[in-house]
């Protein structure tokens, strides 16, 4: 059984940093994709980041692109999101999840972590 679980969020400061942690373990492939998705109050949830194990290739929706780092340590089963520059707009709920293609929808998911920037 596929678990995952997300730590790391808290409250900054616009314009600082958080690095969100998700544990990933259970998986019976080596090819399979980890995102990192948030859902802000009143807002529907969307995809932030996604990475492959296999080849690491990565995928960041525009609004993060340049700030978010997404990346994998197949060793320690951990995916990190690296968030600097963080602005208020990225207040949120972050969830890591996983399937078996960045394309593809998450089956499987952990539970939140919430992150606060204040402006």
């Known amino acids: 059984e596929v678990q995952l679980q997300a730590s790391g969020g808290g409250l900054v400061q616009a314009g600082g940093s958080l690095r969100l942690s998700c544990v990933a373990s259970g998986f019976t492939s080596d090819d399979y994709a980890i995102g990192w998705f948030r859902q802000a109050p009143g807002k529907e949830r969307e995809g932030v980041s996604c990475?492959?194990?296999?080849?690491?290739?990565?995928y960041y929706i525009d609004s993060v692109e340049g700030r978010f780092t997404i990346s994998i340590d197949n060793a320690k089963n951990m995916v990190y999101l690296q968030m600097n520059s963080l602005k208020a707009e990225d207040t949120a709920v972050y969830y890591c999840?996983?399937?078996?293609?960045?394309?593809?929808?998450?089956?499987?998911w952990g539970q939140g972590t919430l992150v606060t920037v204040s402006s």
């Open positions: 990475i492959m194990s296999s080849d690491g290739s990565t």
């Open positions: 999840a996983a399937g078996t293609g960045c394309a593809h929808g998450a089956r499987f």
